[in-house]
């Protein structure tokens, strides 16, 4: 009966059998700390087999800084930590779909690898834009100041600084790529095929996130660098310039699978389209055929309807070969003007556009999208007129974004969630469209300014902002759907129905299996029996079945209810996906009732059973009952 590891995937490990598979003699054998045999990689090795020369010591194009490699180790290092559920600090928690992730986001990225792989369909995220600085997330890879300066080689032989080390030194930036290579490298991992990242930037790192970003996602697959116009007056202390706008970067994971959705029409645009001879396949507008250079074979006469001999311009021809023109006169997609005696345009019908909204444009005005001081207002608003957060995102700017590149049931990750402005932009693109679109927001815990208003509100950190705006933005959204319900303007078919405005809280904890840190030699009778339980005296059932759920690659969304059944409980996750008994010494009754259900994963506590001739019976009670489930113990 196979163990559940409860520990996050070990990516060094798995690039390693990705490695071997390909160049088997690449990789050769080395002890650790300990003194065991692991596998490593040859990289001398490796690059000879990439190469029909010696590349050591040649110049090449590259983007590194002090601490990347360090930043990439840890991004790929497994941790021992889980998600604890606080149904207290929820909304919905028995129906909602949405996740509200409480901690660092480098570990929470780390533990939704096996449930979210190749599942969210979006990402928008505005991390902390690099003002020099400290950050709030103090990863192991961050470099101090003197590591910095002999890594980099300030100091000669004698210890003498070799030039001046001022506050605009690149040890800033390296600190913030360091932060932003693993976050976004795990981020990655989570898009589904056809997915799409968003973030947001400002110009003290808007070069070196493009750089990261062209070797996480690929130069190739690098979608467009929006301007947003984020304000609309200027700050006459600037000394220079004043800034008035951000930055957002946009990649895809894989452009040649991607698909824009466009800006969705509005009705000034679609009022462009009329249909003035009745033509069976409704509304269209028209465009000019008349194209330059000239081409020889697309240079010829046209008789309109009414008689007259309509030539290309001079210099100019016709966008349509002879043969392609008459098909589409044949098929009424040639118009002559309401009169028969016009220039000769073609049909375009809005029924046929191959895109049904309108491709967006690399400028996104403050009209369109919103601005930042509308942001914080509106926020405001929500909060009665309280400002509690500096620099929210207008909901109007993400909402575009999950437009342009979302379904109606995709999956919305910010593992920067701030004030959760995307959850606000979720549920509101839901209301509007009847969507059934999720989102798993993740934030750190930073503790608010003691002094601040949001302190003295009872706010002690910026989680508590966020899930009380969702609190309050998804009421608002509910009282203005029934009022619109109650018009009889929505709610006209079965699909569109109330979104979903709840969101379950998880936070990130130690993990939930005791930890062991002694030879033998060093216990005692005492720890031996501290130790009869591999499982933490604190955890609860729930605590040990979201931790079941993370290992074993489960979405954390699923409804899930408790039995009863022969005084034991039982969890069952999504009827029969998952099932989960942690009680001591399950009765065979109990078993059988479970392998009855055929559930397609069975798991139970090791101390579930007294002995090994236990396991056994329960092994062949399923290979009997249910053949197909597959049973692991923690």
Not at 410 to 422: E, P, Q, R, Y
């Amino acid at each position: 009966m196979e163990k559940l590891t409860q520990e996050t995937v070990n990516f060094t490990e798995k690039n390693i059998d990705r490695i071997a598979a390909l160049f088997p003699s690449a990789i050769t054998e080395t002890k650790d700390a300990d003194g065991k045999l692991k596998r490593v990689v040859n990289f001398d090795q490796l690059k000879q087999l990439l190469s029909d020369e010696v590349v050591d010591g040649d110049e090449c194009y590259e983007f590194t800084w002090v601490g990347k490699k360090q930043s990439i180790i840890e991004g790929n290092r497994p941790i021992r930590k889980t998600l604890r559920p606080s149904k207290e600090e929820s909304k919905n928690w028995e129906t909602t779909e949405n996740l509200y992730i409480e901690g660092d986001n480098l570990e929470v990225l780390k533990l939704l690898q096996n449930s979210y792989l190749n599942k969210v369909k979006m990402i928008y995220i505005d991390p902390p834009y690099n003002t020099g600085n400290d950050f709030v997330y103090r990863d192991n890879f961050k470099v101090s100041k003197e590591d910095y300066e002999e890594e980099l080689g300030l100091f000669d032989e004698e210890e003498n600084r070799l030039f001046k080390n001022t506050e605009s030194n690149g040890r800033y930036h390296s600190d913030w790529c360091s932060m932003m290579y693993p976050r976004l490298q795990l981020a990655r991992n989570l898009l589904t095929d056809d997915g799409v990242i968003f973030i947001s930037i400002d110009d003290n790192e808007d070069y070196n996130l493009r750089k990261i970003c062209d070797e996480v996602f690929g130069e190739s697959n690098f979608i467009a660098q929006v301007i947003w116009e984020r304000s609309f007056a200027p700050i006459n202390l600037m000394k220079h310039f004043s800034p008035s706008h951000d930055y957002i970067i946009c990649y895809a994971k894989s452009i040649d699978l991607l698909t824009c959705n466009g800006i969705p029409r509005s009705v000034e645009t679609d009022s462009r389209y009329l249909n003035p001879d009745n033509d069976s396949r409704g509304v269209w507008s028209s465009s000019d055929i008349s194209v330059g250079p000239a081409i020889a074979e697309n240079v010829y006469s046209i008789t309109t309807p009414s008689g007259r001999i309509v030539e290309p311009p001079a210099g100019r021809s016709w966008s349509l070969s002879k043969k392609s023109f008459f098909e589409r006169l044949q098929d009424n997609r040639i118009w002559f003007g309401s009169d028969g005696d016009g220039v000769p345009r073609i049909k375009r019908f809005l029924s046929e556009l191959r895109k049904q909204g309108v491709t967006p444009m690399t400028l996104w005005k403050k009209e369109e999208v919103g601005h930042s001081q509308d942001a914080t207002q509106k926020l405001a608003q929500l909060f009665d007129g309280k400002k509690y957060f500096d620099y929210p995102k207008p909901c109007g700017l993400v909402r575009r974004c999950i437009e342009l590149y979302s379904e109606k049931d995709s999956i919305i990750l910010d593992f920067f969630s701030g004030s959760a402005t995307t959850a606000h932009a979720v549920m509101q693109l839901n209301a509007e469209d009847g969507g059934n679109r999720k989102f798993i927001m993740v934030q750190l815990p930073e503790e608010t300014d003691p002094k601040s208003e949001a302190y003295k509100a009872g706010y002690k950190n910026i989680c508590e902002i966020g899930k009380e705006r969702i609190r309050r933005a998804g009421k608002k959204i509910e009282e203005e759907l029934k009022a619109k319900s109650k018009e009889g303007e929505l709610f006209k078919d079965e699909e569109h129905k109330t979104p979903d405005t709840g969101f379950r809280v998880l936070k990130v904890d130690s993990t939930n299996m005791k930890d062991v840190y002694y030879s033998p030699s060093q216990y005692n009778q005492q720890m031996l029996l501290d130790l009869e339980s591999n499982i933490k005296d604190d955890r609860t059932d729930i605590d040990l079945l979201y931790g079941v759920l993370l290992d074993w690659g489960v979405p954390l969304s699923l409804p899930h209810i408790t039995e009863n059944i022969d005084g034991k409980d039982v969890h069952f996750v999504n009827d029969t996906d998952l099932v989960a008994c942690f009680e001591e010494q399950v009765p065979e009754e109990v078993i059988r009732a479970i392998a009855i259900r055929k559930p397609l994963r069975v798991v139970f506590r090791d101390s579930s059973f007294r002995n090994s001739p236990d396991k056994i019976n329960v092994t062949e009670i399923f290979k009997t009952l249910s053949p197909e489930t597959t049973i692991k113990v923690i």
